[in-house]
C-alpha cells in the first residue's frame, strides 16, 4: 500500500482503490486502425479519476472475441486478480461486452473474482450489490450474448453470400496464391485469389519432388522432401522452415489441381465440420495438373502409415514389404547378429521368429544373398525386352485386336461423315438450283441429317481423345523400359531400387530351394505404357506373371 493509502487509512478514510482496466476489440483491423482502443482507454481513464480511484495497470486484448475466456490477457489479467501479490482491487471495462459475451460465463467469472477480493466496474453499466442491479447485469450479460450470436449469424450469412459470387473472404490464402482487388462496392473492397508466380512455382516443385524426385534420386516421400527444401533454403511464406505437416496439406489441398477452394467446410472456432450441402466452392486458378494430383493421392494412400508401415515404404531394408515366407505368408523380417566385429543381417520368416517353430519351421537367408539374387534375377529374367515381351504377349495381342476393331470403326465413322455431307451438298445445290422448294418437310429432313453427321462426328472426336490419352504398348517402349529399370536397379540408391521394385513387383516368396518373383500383368502394362499404376492395398482377382517354367525355360 502506497504511502498516502496509508495516511487515509490511519485517518479512518476508506483506502483509495487500486484499478486495472481491461480493453478489448474484437477484431484486429479495429485495434490496427485504433479505432476502439484509445476511447475505451480515455473514457474508462476518466471515470476511474472521477472516483478517485488510482489506476496501476491495464490489460490490451487487441482482435480476440468474448464469447469465451481463450484470451491470453484476459487469463493473465485472472491469474494475476487471484495472486495473493495481486496489485488491483477493481477491473473497470467500458461495458460487460468487453469483458464477456456470454451471459452464464460473465457470472461465473465475476462471482469468482469476488471471491479474491476484485471487483468487475463497468462504466456504463449499473454495478453493484444490490439483487436489482445483479439482476440488471445478468439480463445485460443475456442480451450481449444475443447480440454476439445475431452479429455472427449475420457475418456468416453475408461471408457466404460474397463466397457465392467468388469472393475471397479474407482468410490468408494457401501458398501459391496471392489475394488481388477485384471490384469496389462503395468503401468495399471485394476480393479474389490469383496465382502467385514464385509460390506457385515452389507448390509445383513439392509435387515434383514427391512424383519424381530431383533426377538425383528417385520420388521422394514426405519427410524426405521437407528435408530437400530446408537443406536448400527453400521458406514458407513468413520465412519459416518447411515442416511435414504443412508439406502433408499442400500435397493433400486439391485446390491446386480442382480450381476450386471450399469455403465454409469447418467451423472455424471449434474445428467441428459442416454439413457437406452447405459448402461454397470459389473458383481459384489451379496450379499443378490433375493427373499428377491423381498420382500425388494414389501414393499418399499406398503409404498411409495406417496402410503400409513406414518401415516398408521408408526402411533401409530393400525388400522390406515384399518378401514372404511361402510356407506361412509371413513376411520376412530382418534379424542380425554379431560375431567378433562384424555384424550379419538376415531375411528371416516373422511367423517363426515371433511366435515359434509351431508356427513356421521358418528360413533364414543372408540379407546381401537374397537382395542380390532378386536384383540380378529381375533384371536377368524379368527386365529384358524379350523376356518382358513374353510375359505381355496376350496383352499385346488382345491390344492390337482392340486396336484393329477401333482403326475399323474410324473408318466407318469417318464414311458416314463425308456421306453425310455429300447428302447436304446436294440438296443445298438443288435448293440454289430451284430444282425443290424449301418447305417445313425439307427443313427437319436437312436437320435429321445434320444431327446424325454432328453424331458420327462427336463419337470420332471421343476415339480421338481416348487414343490421345492412352499409351500403347509397343516394342520401343518395352526396350526403354527395361533400360530404365536396369539403370535404376543398378546405380540408385535404396529407397529408388524399392520404389521401382515395388512399381512392378507385388509379392516375392522365399521357398528353401526357389524364389517367386508375383506381380499383376496390368500394372506391368500401365508402367511400362507410362501411366499411373495405383498399387492398390487390397489385391484384386488378376493373372499374375512369375519367374516359373513355364515361361523361364
Not at 476508506?14 to 485495434?31: E, F, I, M, N
Not at 471495462?93 to 463497468?122: P, Q, W
Not at 481423345?465 to 536397379?489: C, G, N, V, W, Y
Request: one cysteine or more; glycine letters at 8%; hydrophobic letters at 35%.
Amino acid at each position: 500500500m502506497s504511502g498516502f493509502q496509508k495516511q487515509q487509512s490511519s485517518n479512518g478514510l476508506a483506502p483509495v482503490k487500486r484499478v486495472a482496466l481491461y480493453l478489448r476489440v474484437s477484431t484486429g483491423r479495429q485495434a490496427e486502425n485504433d479505432v476502439s482502443l484509445p476511447s475505451q482507454r480515455d473514457m474508462t481513464t476518466r471515470y476511474c479519476l472521477a472516483q478517485g480511484w488510482d489506476i496501476v495497470t491495464e490489460f490490451v486484448e487487441p482482435g480476440a472475441s468474448a464469447t469465451d475466456d481463450k484470451r491470453p490477457i484476459f487469463q493473465k489479467m485472472l491469474e494475476q486478480a487471484a495472486s495473493p501479490e495481486r496489485t488491483f482491487d477493481v477491473i473497470c471495462v467500458h461495458s460487460f461486452s468487453r469483458f464477456y459475451r456470454n451471459g452464464a460465463e460473465m457470472e461465473l467469472t465475476i462471482r469468482k473474482l469476488r471471491k479474491h477480493g476484485v471487483d468487475v466496474v463497468s462504466m456504463t453499466q449499473p454495478t453493484g450489490d444490490d439483487p436489482s442491479q445483479q439482476l440488471m447485469r445478468q439480463i445485460i450479460g443475456i442480451f450481449d450474448e444475443y447480440t454476439s450470436r445475431e452479429n455472427g449469424k449475420n457475418v456468416t450469412r453475408a461471408m457466404r453470400e460474397s463466397a457465392k459470387q467468388g469472393f475471397w473472404n479474407g482468410a490468408t490464402p494457401p501458398l501459391g496464391y496471392k489475394i488481388i482487388e477485384a471490384e469496389r462496392r462503395g468503401s468495399k473492397i471485394k476480393k479474389k485469389l490469383d496465382v502467385d508466380p514464385v509460390e506457385a512455382e515452389l507448390v509445383r516443385l513439392i509435387f515434383k519432388l514427391y512424383t519424381e524426385g530431383d533426377q538425383r534420386t528417385g520420388a521422394l516421400g514426405i519427410k524426405e522432401t521437407t528435408k530437400w527444401l530446408n537443406e536448400r533454403g527453400y521458406r514458407t511464406r513468413r520465412g519459416a522452415t518447411f515442416g511435414i505437416g504443412p508439406v502433408h496439406g499442400i500435397l493433400k489441398n486439391a485446390c491446386y489441381a480442382t480450381g476450386k477452394w471450399p469455403y465454409g467446410r469447418k467451423n472455424s472456432r471449434t474445428g467441428a465440420l459442416h454439413d457437406p450441402a452447405t459448402i461454397v466452392e470459389i473458383d481459384v486458378p489451379p496450379i499443378v495438373p490433375i493427373e499428377t494430383f491423381d498420382m500425388v493421392q494414389a501414393k499418399l494412400a499406398r503409404n498411409n502409415p495406417k496402410v503400409t508401415a513406414p518401415r516398408i515404404v521408408n526402411g533401409p531394408t530393400l525388400l522390406t514389404g515384399l518378401a514372404v515366407c511361402a510356407s506361412c505368408g509371413s513376411g520376412m523380417t530382418r534379424t542380425g547378429t554379431a560375431r567378433g566385429h562384424r555384424s550379419y543381417s538376415y531375411y528371416t520368416c516373422a511367423g517363426c521368429h515371433q511366435k515359434g517353430k509351431s508356427v513356421c519351421k521358418g528360413r533364414h537367408i543372408p540379407m546381401g544373398k537374397l537382395d542380390t539374387l532378386i536384383l540380378e534375377g529381375v533384371k536377368a529374367q524379368l527386365f529384358e525386352p524379350d523376356r518382358m515381351a513374353t510375359i505381355l504377349g496376350a496383352l499385346m495381342d488382345r491390344q492390337t485386336t482392340k486396336d484393329t476393331a477401333v482403326e475399323e470403326r474410324r473408318c466407318v465413322l469417318k464414311s458416314e461423315i463425308k456421306a453425310k455431307d455429300e447428302k447436304l451438298n446436294r440438296l443445298y445445290r438443288a435448293i440454289e438450283d430451284g430444282i425443290v422448294e424449301t418447305d417445313d418437310q425439307l427443313r427437319d429432313r436437312i436437320k435429321a441429317i445434320k444431327n446424325e453427321r454432328d453424331m458420327a462426328q462427336a463419337s470420332l472426336d471421343r476415339i480421338a481423345e481416348q487414343s490421345r490419352d492412352r499409351s500403347t504398348l509397343t516394342p520401343e517402349r518395352i526396350k526403354a523400359f527395361t533400360k530404365l529399370m536396369h539403370d535404376k536397379l543398378e546405380n540408385g540408391d535404396v529407397q529408388a531400387r524399392k520404389a521401382y521394385l515395388r512399381a512392378v513387383i507385388s509379392e516375392i516368396r522365399v521357398d528353401d530351394d526357389k524364389v517367386s518373383i508375383i506381380g499383376d500383368k496390368a500394372t506391368l502394362s500401365a508402367v511400362i505404357a507410362g501411366q499411373n499404376g495405383t498399387n492398390a492395398n487390397v489385391s484384386g482377382f488378376v493373372r499374375k506373371w512369375r519367374t516359373r517354367h513355364d515361361s523361364n525355360v
